[in-house]
């Protein structure tokens, strides 16, 4: 069995567990630990045949001075080909928490010009709920795949850019941290990080585009969008590091927006590079 086209970004464990014999099918595990949480130790059991697509390492420019920068193209290309990535691969990607960091691991194969992705809606939690097996995570040491990578314009956006859009209103900002972290009524996880949020920009929390571990409904997530939204300009999105800022850019995808961008440095950057 081969899986052809999809064009949802988010399959359900019931479709992963009657599709996980297919043989161009690519399970990734992008799990990383919470910022915000102590003493997460992450698990050590893995959905069968799993991946680990390494976002803090890996998939990242280890030498910028800020967190989970998006890497080169080659870089991309050279690690997706490390675990066996093939141009005619089928991609699912998930992670410990249900939904965090995976759907920053789809935003980034978008932005590569890769677009049959998408991230398991409920995560690992939801695997073990429905009682589907597990296995010991182990090193991926099976063939190179041919995987490329090609940059598409737009995904992304940079410190520059932010300023420009913050300044001319052209486009709609919206953060995903915490309320009270957007309104600086808590202190940033990140020693010495300021307060705050970017001016110009709203607030939509990633935690309020789910229910439970998994995503809202359609109709649920449209409405939350609707109230913040009022016009059609083109969206970026941020969050603390440019982590829960895809769980908004999937959301809003479910319900059909378009001109979607993730700024990649979020708050760590715009915080530590500027003073209001």
Request: with cysteine; net charge negative.
């Amino acid at each position: 069995m081969v899986i052809t086209k999809f064009h949802k970004p988010i399959v359900s464990v019931e479709w992963l567990h009657n599709n996980i014999q297919a043989t161009n099918l690519i399970i990734l595990d992008a799990s990383i630990p919470k910022v915000t949480a102590d003493n997460d130790a992450g698990n050590t059991f893995c959905i069968p045949n799993a991946r680990f697509f390494d976002l803090k390492n890996k998939f990242s420019d280890t030498n910028a001075p800020f967190p989970n920068t998006f890497p080169l193209e080659s870089q991309f290309e050279k690690e997706a080909q490390n675990l066996g990535i093939n141009k005619d691969s089928f991609i699912v990607v998930y992670d410990d928490k249900g939904i965090y960091s995976s759907p920053r691991a789809w935003w980034m194969f978008k932005a590569f010009g890769f677009s049959n992705v998408a991230v398991l809606d409920g995560g690992l939690p939801l695997w073990i709920e429905a009682y589907y097996p597990l296995e010991r995570k182990t090193s991926y040491n099976g063939p190179k795949g041919n995987f490329e990578a090609q940059l598409q314009s737009g995904f992304m956006k940079f410190f520059d850019d932010v300023a420009l859009i913050s300044e001319s209103g052209s486009h709609i900002i919206i953060d995903a941290r915490s309320e009270v972290r957007f309104k600086g009524l808590e202190s940033e996880p990140r020693k010495g990080l300021r307060s705050g949020n970017i001016p110009n920009s709203i607030n939509i929390p990633y935690t309020e585009l789910l229910n439970g571990h998994k995503f809202k409904s359609t109709s649920e997530i449209e409405e939350l969008f609707k109230e913040k939204i009022t016009d059609s300009k083109p969206i970026t999105f941020s969050c603390g590091s440019g982590i829960t800022a895809c769980v908004l850019a999937i959301g809003a995808e479910l319900v059909n927006y378009k001109n979607l961008s993730v700024y990649d440095g979020s708050w760590t950057e715009w915080g530590s590079l500027t003073d209001s």
